[in-house]
Nanobody, 130 residues
Framework: QVQLVESGGGSVQTGGSLRLSCVAS????????VAWFRRAPGKEREGISLIKGSADGRTYLADSVKGRFTISRGSAKNTVHLQMNNVKPEDSATYFC??????????????????????WGQGTQVTVSS
């Protein structure tokens, strides 16, 4: 049974940092593309980051977080992190990780689409206060 568990969310002040983690079980994350999505109150869920399979490692970051967030595979097995630096109130949202099989070498640096991802975590809440 595949399970994704996000952690690391919480409350932080503007300009602070958080590191979100996504830990997978039931699959080998190295062979999957991992995305981070977020949903702010009253808004639709949006894809903000994506990392290709570990043999490649190419990444995508949305313009709204580029230069502040970093996606990476952790040193611990089956873990992907989203490092959030210089956070802003507009980063407040529930953050979800999701995975899909990493098919082929093609990689387009664009926002991940919800419909393409097969497995999802339950989310972790991030609240940024001004």
């Amino acid at each position: 049974q595949v399970q994704l568990v996000e952690s690391g969310g919480g409350s932080v002040q503007t300009g602070g940092s958080l590191r979100l983690s996504c830990v997978a079980s039931g699959l080998l994350l190295d062979y999957y593309r991992v995305a981070w999505f977020r949903r702010a109150p009253g808004k639709e869920r949006e894809g903000i980051s994506l990392i290709k399979g570990s043999a490649d490692g190419r990444t995508y970051l949305a313009d709204s977080v580029k230069g502040r967030f970093t996606i990476s595979r952790g040193s611990a097995k089956n873990t992907v992190h989203l490092q959030m630096n210089n956070v802003k109130p507009e980063d407040s949202a529930t953050y979800f990780c999701a995975v899909k099989w990493d098919t082929g070498s093609a990689f387009t640096a664009k926002a991940p689409l919800e419909s393409e991802f097969h497995y999802w975590g339950q989310g972790t809440q991030v609240t940024v206060s001004s």
